[in-house]
């Protein structure tokens, strides 16, 4: 995982001891007295390094340690939300025969962003480790109000060479940012609905320019490479099609300040990959996760292979010129159909 380099200020932006400066030299030889100046809010995060480490060893435990059928209920008690769905959702296909399916999860942190708001709701994120196989994690945390407990909220893998953004140093902590913020490129509630036009259509989306190239749509574009290739591998004269529908859910998103002024949104959509051939035609899902779910169901010319996907995304400050990057996703199949 790499990071980006601390931003230059923005032209425009002139610090406060500057504008002292300047106020002074513009005042000529006129001496004035000195005003005093309200002493600077502290700034500082509300939840420690060590207590943070410690929601994230008890988070490990329980996930770690939900299995079978009464595994799904247990996890209640760590997380929440699209977490919880996509967590029970790898349940369910490790039960159905794909064991590989239920990753464990390791916290312990590589970078902490911890919460620097007073109030409730509160939101951390963490950046886990690199493990031995696959690539680190970024997760989110939330805790809805006083007595509550932290709970995992979401989580994605990062993309292989990724370019992480810098945060505020973790004693500082770093601000949440609205749904609708205006100080971004694309508000965060908007990014996630723009992105799932380009993930429908690729480079035929009318916001396509808004989002560099990345890992998840090249995984689109070969899963339906390569399940059309295996249609024609059969007979070359085969017709087929491959689609994929991409929408966002009723779940909020969750965003949090870089320091450029930028923004790392984490989203929840659903979506589906539709994949017919001609009538006659008896197909079946050949990922591991998929077939698990298939089990001994008919064959036939249609495949419909539902996904709940999460995805976290850098959205630039308004003024930057830099497109908005994905940082890592996770799809998990909840569903599948022959018609």
């Known amino acids: 995982m790499n990071s980006r380099r601390p931003p230059f200020p923005r032209p425009g932006l002139v610090p406060p001891a500057a504008l002292a400066v300047t106020s002074l030299l513009l005042a000529g030889?006129?001496?004035?007295?000195?005003?005093?100046?309200?002493d600077a809010p502290v700034v500082a995060a509300v939840v420690t390094e060590a207590q943070e480490r410690k929601i994230l060893d008890q988070v490990t435990g329980v996930v770690d340690g939900a299995k079978g059928a009464d595994?799904?209920?247990?996890?209640a008690e760590r997380l929440t939300g699209p977490a919880l769905e996509l967590r029970?959702?790898?349940?369910?296909?490790?039960?159905?025969?794909?064991g590989k399916a239920l990753i464990a999860m390791p916290m312990a942190a590589q970078q902490l962003v911890l919460p620097s708001e007073q109030g409730w709701p509160r939101?951390?994120?963490?950046?886990?480790?690199?493990?031995?196989?696959?690539?680190?994690?970024?997760?989110?945390?939330?805790?809805?109000?006083?007595?509550?407990?932290?709970?995992?909220?979401?989580?994605?893998?990062?993309?292989?060479?990724?370019?992480?953004?810098?945060?505020?140093?973790?004693?500082?902590g770093s601000p949440t940012v609205p749904a609708d913020d205006p100080s971004l490129k694309v508000t965060p509630q908007e990014v996630v609905t723009q992105y799932a036009s380009v993930l429908n259509v690729d480079e035929r989306s009318k916001y396509a320019a808004n989002f560099g190239d990345d890992k998840l749509r090249q995984t689109l574009r070969d899963a339906g490479r390569?399940?059309?290739?295996?249609?024609?591998?059969?007979?070359k004269d085969a017709k087929g099609t491959f689609e994929v529908g991409y929408e966002?859910?009723?779940?909020?998103?969750?965003?949090?300040?870089?320091?450029?002024?930028?923004?790392?949104?984490?989203?929840?959509?659903l979506s589906q990959e539709t994949l017919k051939a001609e009538k006659g035609?008896?197909?079946?899902?050949?990922?591991?996760?998929?077939?698990?779910?298939?089990?001994?169901?008919?064959?036939?010319?249609?495949?419909?292979?539902?996904?709940?996907?999460?995805?976290?995304?850098?959205?630039p400050p308004a003024d930057s010129a830099e497109q908005v990057s994905l940082l890592g996703f996770h799809r998990v199949p909840y569903a599948v159909s022959n018609k």
């Not at 939101?123 to 805790?143: D, H, N, R, W």
């Not at 197909?283 to 996904?307: H, I, Q, T």
């Open 123 to 172: 939101s951390s994120f963490v950046i886990t480790e690199q493990p031995a196989k696959g690539t680190p994690m970024l997760a989110a945390f939330e805790q809805p109000a006083p007595r509550d407990q932290y709970k995992m909220w979401g989580f994605v893998y990062l993309a292989p060479g990724v370019t992480m953004p810098q945060f505020a140093a973790a004693e500082l």
């Open 281 to 315: 035609w008896q197909l079946a899902p050949a990922a591991p996760s998929a077939a698990a779910l298939w089990g001994d169901a008919k064959k036939s010319e249609v495949m419909k292979v539902a996904y709940r996907d999460m995805v976290a995304l850098y959205v």
């Open 248 to 269: 966002p859910t009723k779940d909020p998103v969750k965003a949090v300040r870089t320091a450029d002024g930028g923004a790392v949104v984490l989203a929840a959509l």
């Open 29 to 38: 030889c006129t001496a004035e007295l000195p005003v005093p100046v309200a």
């Open 88 to 98: 029970r959702a790898e349940l369910r296909i490790a039960a159905a025969g794909d």
């Open 226 to 235: 390569n399940q059309l290739a295996e249609i024609r591998k059969a007979d």
């Open 71 to 75: 595994g799904a209920e247990a996890l």
